[in-house]
C-alpha cells in the first residue's frame, strides 16, 4: 500500500518545491518595495481618476506617470517623494478600466529604477494588485 503512494507524494513534494522556487519562496526582493512605494488611481463618478503616489522612505527623486491606451497621451513627471494628481475621465470606458494602465517609472536613491504599474478602479471597489519591476 505504501508504495503505491510514494510517486504521488514524490510528485506532490517535486511540485511544492518547484512552485516555492518559482515565486521565489515569499523572500522576493519586491516585498520590500510594495511595503515602501504605493499607487492608487481612484475613478470618481463626477468624471476623473485620482491618482495618488506615497514614498513611505521618502527617497524618491523623481516619478513619470504616464495612462496608457488614451487617444491623446497623458504623461507626467513629479519630483518628491508624493503626489495626488486629477485626470478627467468623463466615461469609464467601454471596454473595462485594463484598458488604461497607470505606469510609473520611479527613480529612488535606494532602490534605484523602479517601474510600477496598476490599474483604475470605482470608488469603493478594491484596489487591483500593483506589479512591480526593477532595472
Same mark, same amino acid.
Given at each position: 500500500?505504501?508504495?503505491k503512494l510514494g510517486a504521488p507524494i514524490a510528485l506532490g513534494i517535486i511540485t511544492i518545491?518547484?512552485?516555492v522556487?518559482?515565486?521565489? #519562496? #515569499?523572500?522576493?526582493?519586491?516585498?520590500?518595495?510594495?511595503?515602501?512605494l504605493q499607487?492608487?488611481? =481612484?475613478?470618481?463618478?463626477? #468624471?476623473? =481618476?485620482?491618482?495618488?503616489y506615497f514614498d513611505k522612505s521618502g527617497k524618491t527623486d523623481s516619478v513619470v506617470m504616464e495612462i496608457l491606451g488614451m487617444d491623446e497621451s497623458f504623461?507626467?513627471?513629479f519630483s518628491g517623494s508624493e503626489f495626488i494628481e486629477i485626470v478627467p475621465f468623463p466615461n469609464p470606458p467601454k471596454y473595462g478600466w485594463p484598458i488604461h494602465p497607470i505606469v510609473l517609472e520611479v527613480v529612488h536613491s535606494e532602490f534605484g529604477h523602479v517601474?510600477?504599474?496598476?490599474?483604475?478602479h470605482p470608488l469603493g471597489e478594491p484596489a487591483p494588485? =500593483?506589479?512591480y519591476s526593477r532595472s
Open positions: 500500500m505504501a508504495r518545491l518547484a512552485l522556487f518559482i515565486t521565489g #519562496g #515569499g523572500t522576493d526582493d519586491k516585498d520590500i518595495l510594495r511595503q515602501t499607487v492608487d488611481a =481612484v475613478y470618481y463618478d463626477t #468624471g476623473h =481618476v485620482e491618482i495618488s504623461q507626467k513627471t517601474q510600477m504599474k496598476t490599474e483604475i494588485n =500593483v506589479i
